[in-house]
């Protein structure tokens, strides 16, 4: 019988020295990340992000843990695109089945979770909640045109809650930009998440080549592309570790 939510709760929390409180905070994939570091010592922790609260984020994190999977020669599946929905019993079982992992494989040594994530804080993440229509998010605009406009229009009964033709517009406007705007950031996802694929590629590469005391011209160009801001840019103090990727 698996362990229940609460009992694993606790044991990530004394593991990584985190304050989860959920099980679904875990789609995020950080904690899933540092449990195999617990274990190997070897996940590149850097680019974990611990306290990420984008889905876009959640799915980098994802990435690292598949290459450590693949580096260890794991065969377990990991259902990245359940996951990153943070939803209960997906990552109820996938937290099972890396705490029995864990329970295999960990060795006994000492580990510190704060040391290898350098310090970083690993805030609670915010979990995502599921998007509903856009309708449903402009409903409240609606509603409360109705109200706003409450004196009633001349040829109107009193008390007649028809909104008028300009609210019943302007609704329509708002959820036609909504799905627009949904679609933009899908799009924007989908293409940084390519990006960040590849940058974690020329990146290993470019650490085992160094191992060999070699290097890369071409993967050294590819990275400054990665790397390059647009003139004017600045990115916030702080926001990248000195060897953090991002």
């Not at 789609?27 to 010592?41: L, P, R």
């Not at 302007?170 to 949904?182: A, G, I, K, S």
């Not at 990665?226 to 840019?233: A, M, P």
Request: proline share 5%.
């Amino acid at each position: 019988m698996g362990e229940s939510r609460t009992e694993l709760i606790q044991w990530l929390n004394r593991l990584l020295q985190i304050n989860y409180t959920k099980v679904e905070q875990c789609g995020t994939g950080g904690a899933y990340c540092q449990v195999m570091d617990s274990i190997f010592g070897d996940v590149p922790m850097a680019r974990v992000k611990m306290n990420a609260k984008h889905e876009y984020e959640f799915i980098a994190n994802f990435k690292v843990l598949q290459n450590i999977f693949h580096k260890h020669k794991i065969e377990k599946p990991i259902p990245v695109e359940k996951l990153v929905k943070c939803k209960m019993q997906d990552n109820l079982e996938f937290l099972q089945w890396t705490k029995r992992f864990w329970d295999t494989n960990y060795g006994g040594q000492p580990y510190d979770p704060v040391a290898r994530r350098r310090g970083v804080p690993a805030d609670t993440p915010a979990t995502i909640a599921p998007l509903g229509p856009s309708a449903s998010r402009t409903g409240g605009l609606g509603a409360g045109g109705s109200r706003a406009g409450g004196r009633t229009p001349v040829g109107h009964r009193a008390g007649s809650t028809q909104p008028s033709e300009a609210v019943q517009n302007l609704t329509t406007q708002l959820r036609e930009m909504n799905v627009h705007l949904e679609g933009l950031e899908k799009e924007r996802d989908f293409y940084f998440a390519k990006l960040r694929d590849i940058e974690i590629l020329v990146q290993g590469q470019l650490e085992a080549l160094a191992a060999e005391e070699k290097d890369d011209p071409l993967l050294r160009e590819v990275q400054k592309i990665l790397y390059s801001t647009e003139e004017g840019f600045e990115v916030p103090e702080g926001a990248v570790d000195e060897e953090e990727t991002f």
